[in-house]
């Protein structure tokens, strides 16, 4: 079946999908994107990835294209033209083509938007058994890591290193040695005495939605988090370790830079996890959270 892309008003072909040379996105990195999940055809916290994409808008000053109701129209019209309903969907958005310059160009320069929707395989995920492997390296991000920007070559570069060495994934690393996160994930360890811990929400960061729902079925579920950062060598001595996103829900890591995680297996607490978030990105359970930036 031919895949279909939106993009700016139009269902194209995928082949035949463009935007402008001189789109500020492919010239700059001068865009914001999100991505959310379709699981058995319920977007996964949907409201929470909208209230991010806008607030990611803002922070660029970029006007959203499209109404926020026009957004949820195209996203399953996209998802519906590409008969998927495991799915992830990405949503980018730029401040549109203009002559190359540095300055901003006129403000009715209209945005770019683009939704493609991509088949996951949510009930066969190859590493949600298998385990990830990461490989610890420094993180070589611009400051503003909170903003879900397309500025991902560091997060490529870093990871494409982490795979040429063998491994899965990169955990990224601050100049103190301190974990910021994955490539395209946030990062959790489970110490000795019980304690969930990830790193508090700040620039350092990006506020996962995945995140923020792991942190209410924690407390439903009597599973202590605490927001803390944590060096390479306190992850080692982990009993658990995973990482969380909206392609991955939670993926337990089983071992870090040849250190093997608990037993190497995924943990009893990430399995919990895991089946909670999938209960709950359908609908079986819980309201969808509220997101809000944090900082
Ligand atoms: N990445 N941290 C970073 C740097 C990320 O890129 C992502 C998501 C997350 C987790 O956020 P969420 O739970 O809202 O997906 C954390 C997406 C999946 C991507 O770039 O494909």
Redesign the pocket.
């Known amino acids: 079946m031919p895949r279909i892309i939106y993009v700016n008003g139009q269902y194209q072909p995928y082949h035949q999908a463009q935007i402008h040379v001189e789109d500020r996105g492919f010239q700059f990195g001068d865009a914001i994107?999100e991505?959310v999940a379709c699981l058995h055809g319920h977007l996964a916290d949907e409201r929470?990835?909208l209230d991010?994409l806008e607030r990611s808008l803002s922070e660029l000053r970029i006007d959203m294209p499209v109404s926020r109701e026009s957004l949820r129209f195209l996203m399953r019209e996209t998802l519906r033209r590409n008969k998927l309903t495991n799915a992830?969907i990405?949503i980018q958005i730029s401040r549109g083509m203009a002559r190359r310059d540095f300055k901003f160009p006129k403000a009715d320069t209209p945005p770019t938007l683009v939704i493609i929707a991509f088949p996951i395989n949510f009930d066969n995920h190859p590493y949600v058994e298998k385990g990830v492997r990461v490989k610890t390296l420094p993180d070589i991000r611009w400051p503003r890591?909170d903003i879900?920007t397309t500025l991902?070559f560091p997060?490529s570069w870093t990871k494409q290193i982490a795979i040429d060495e063998g491994y899965d994934e990169a955990w990224m690393v601050d100049s103190e040695g301190m974990v910021t996160?994955?490539?395209?994930?946030?990062a959790w360890i489970l110490t000795k005495d019980n304690k969930l811990l990830t790193r508090p929400v700040s620039c350092d960061?990006?506020k996962?939605?995945?995140?923020t729902a792991i942190e209410k079925i924690c407390a439903e579920n009597d599973i202590t988090i605490v927001e803390q950062a944590f060096s390479a060598d306190e992850a080692y001595e982990a009993k658990e370790a995973f990482v969380?996103?909206?392609?991955?829900f939670a993926l337990p890591v089983i071992e870090i830079d040849d250190h093997k995680i608990g037993d190497g297996k995924r943990g009893a607490i990430t399995k919990k996890i895991y089946e909670e978030y999938c209960a709950y990105a359908e609908g079986l359970r819980g309201e969808q959270v509220k997101w809000e930036a944090g900082l």
Request: proline share 0%; aromatic share 8%.
């Open positions: 994107y991505v929470g990835h991010r992830g990405y890591r879900k991902l997060q996160e994955g490539t395209s994930c946030n960061i990006l996962g939605i995945t995140r969380s996103s909206a392609t991955g």
